[in-house]
Nanobody, 123 residues
Framework: VQLQASGGGLVQAGGSLRLSCAAS?????MAWFRQRPGKEREFVFA????????RYAESVKGRFTISRDNAKNLVYLQMNSLKPEDTAVYYC????????????????????WGQGTLVTVSS
């Protein structure tokens, strides 16, 4: 499965962006991770195909949402109320099989990774 992330860009604090990730094939669990400048890559949000169950990082609670279009193998990350600390390269990840929600935040469970899209939030 190949993943193509898009939608990054420059936005002012308080603004919104929607990231998209297109998968070349079916994946049961899809997720977004991000790597902020000088930081390790971290989990942001994940969604399961069969029931739409999600898991998110506390840092994005109430501001980001995730959704997917199963028919088109697309996953979206809607980011609202963006903060300068959300500045990062955002990566899409996918796993062929389903995951329990407790495992969704672990990087090493994902089989496929996209190339990343840069989000810059100015203050």
């Amino acid at each position: 499965v190949q993943l193509q992330a898009s939608g990054g860009g420059l936005v002012q604090a308080g603004g919104s962006l929607r990231l998209s990730c297109a998968a070349s094939g079916r994946s049961e669990t899809m997720a977004w991770f991000r790597q902020r400048p000088g930081k390790e890559r971290e989990f942001v949000f994940a969604i399961r195909r069969n029931d739409g169950a999600t898991r998110y990082a506390e840092s994005v609670k109430g501001r980001f949402t995730i959704s997917r279009d199963n028919a088109k193998n697309l996953v979206y990350l809607q980011m609202n109320s963006l903060k300068p600390e959300d500045t990062a390269v955002y990566y899409c990840a996918a796993r062929s099989s389903s995951l329990i929600t407790g495992q969704m935040s672990r990087q090493n469970v994902y089989d496929y990774w996209g190339q990343g899209t840069l989000v810059t939030v100015s203050s």
